[in-house]
């Protein structure tokens, strides 16, 4: 089993990982960040929250009579992917995984094979 530590370290160790956080979705708050110079990490943590609310929000919405659990959210921009995992946790809530990838030096599918790996040994 990883720790929160280790298992942030093993994020930035995907290739083409700029930066990662480790957000409990309840609240909003980052419970682990990499700080990158700059961020803030709590207002950044609680923005994705929002955006992770808002799209599970329209996703229920489109899909009326079906549960909708999101796995994992990717969204890329001109500077960048980011993609979010979310986890159930042992914790005192979920989780979610952020990473930020280097739009050139990044393997989506890597990425994403990667954090689906380290998600499954923090929950272990």
Do not use: K, W
């Amino acid at each position: 089993m990883l720790g929160l530590d280790s298992c942030l370290a093993e994020v930035m160790a995907i290739p083409g990982a700029l930066d990662a956080m480790l957000v409990d979705q309840t609240s909003g708050m980052a419970v682990a960040s990499s700080n990158p110079p700059g961020v803030d990490a709590e207002g950044s943590a609680a923005a994705l929250t929002e955006a992770l609310r808002a799209t599970t929000d329209g996703l229920t919405r489109s899909c009326p009579g079906e549960a909708v659990r999101v796995d994992d959210m990717l969204v890329t921009t001109d500077r960048g992917h980011h993609l979010l995992r979310l986890l159930d946790t042992a914790f005192e809530g979920p989780l979610v995984v952020y990473v930020r990838l280097d739009l050139e030096r990044s393997n989506l599918a890597l990425a994403r094979y990667r954090l689906r790996a380290i998600s499954s040994q923090l929950l272990a």
